[in-house]
């Protein structure tokens, strides 16, 4: 109830007005049953433009920081993430994340809509960054199609640290569902995880525009912040640790097990 009053009544009609959102697309976005909707990472206030477009309710895995804050303001930001259909998303890696995708593959299952976002955490300097397999794994074993989703131009209302965001228009594009049934029973599959994952981030860099970087956008950060404990590769291709299970951030998560919108 929540949920539908603050995005009918309150808070959706004021951020239509304020910031004019554009979408295309929104008739990819199935009608009934599940599906789950990848969307590049550039902006906290992701979280809070998609779901405005989208008819449905759409639940995003968040980094469970946010539901686990002291004081007023902590109790409070943990309130408004579960009244508002965000999961706790922990972004620890191994049996921690694995349990946390579980939520996701409930909200499928239950033949509702998941955000996921499958870089991990916001782009730190705009640029697409290599996706989480996590966002694979649930639509392998769901069964479920995947609708890739562009946010365009959140990054210049609410650059990352700034609280107050910058009043100006934003847009969104949905493009086609992706149809992985091709690969039913190979769920467990590393390489099939991989390429389903690669699939879904070419289509999100191909409906951004955005600069593709084959690098987590965890990593960067890490490099960003000039710290030497920087995980490398290992021959897989793959961080260790960070595909664990694959989340998001608002950072609403990601899907594998690491921050999505941090």
């Known amino acids: ?20 959102p554009w979408v295309k ?53 943990a309130l ?28 499928l299952t239950g033949g509702g809509l998941l955000g996921i976002y499958p870089e991990g955490t916001r782009s730190p300097d705009a640029r697409l960054y290599r996706g989480k397999v996590g966002v694979a794994r649930l639509a392998l074993q769901a069964g479920v199609p995947v609708i890739p989703v562009a946010m365009i131009g959140t990054d210049k209302v609410q650059p990352i640290g700034k609280r107050l965001p910058n009043i100006r228009r934003i847009g969104m594009i949905f493009g086609e ?8 029973g190979q769920a467990e599959d590393r390489l099939v995880q991989r390429k389903v994952t690669d699939e879904i981030m070419f289509e999100l860099m191909r409906l951004s525009g955005q600069e593709y970087v084959d690098e987590y956008a965890a990593v960067v950060k890490l490099q960003f912040a000039g710290k030497q404990d920087v995980p490398a590769a290992d021959p897989a291709g793959e961080t260790p640790g960070a595909d664990s299970a694959g989340a998001a951030t608002p950072e609403p998560l990601d899907d594998d097990g690491t921050p999505a919108a941090g």
Do not use: C
């Open 177 to 184: 569902p992706l149809d992985f049934s091709r690969y039913q």
């Open 80 to 107: 408004f993430f579960r009244l508002t259909n965000q999961l706790p998303m922990d972004r620890s890696g191994g049996a921690a994340s694995a349990v946390s995708l579980s939520a996701g593959m409930d909200v």
């Open 1 to 20: 109830m929540f949920y539908w009053v603050m995005k009918r009544i309150f808070l959706g009609p004021v951020l239509r007005l304020l910031f004019r």
């Open 25 to 77: 697309g929104l008739d990819n976005v199935p009608a009934e049953g599940a599906a789950i909707i990848a969307s590049n990472h550039l902006s906290f206030s992701d979280s809070i433009f998609m779901p405005l477009m989208v008819p449905r309710p759409v639940i995003f895995l968040a980094k469970s920081e946010y539901f686990t804050g002291t004081g007023l303001k902590g109790r409070l930001t």
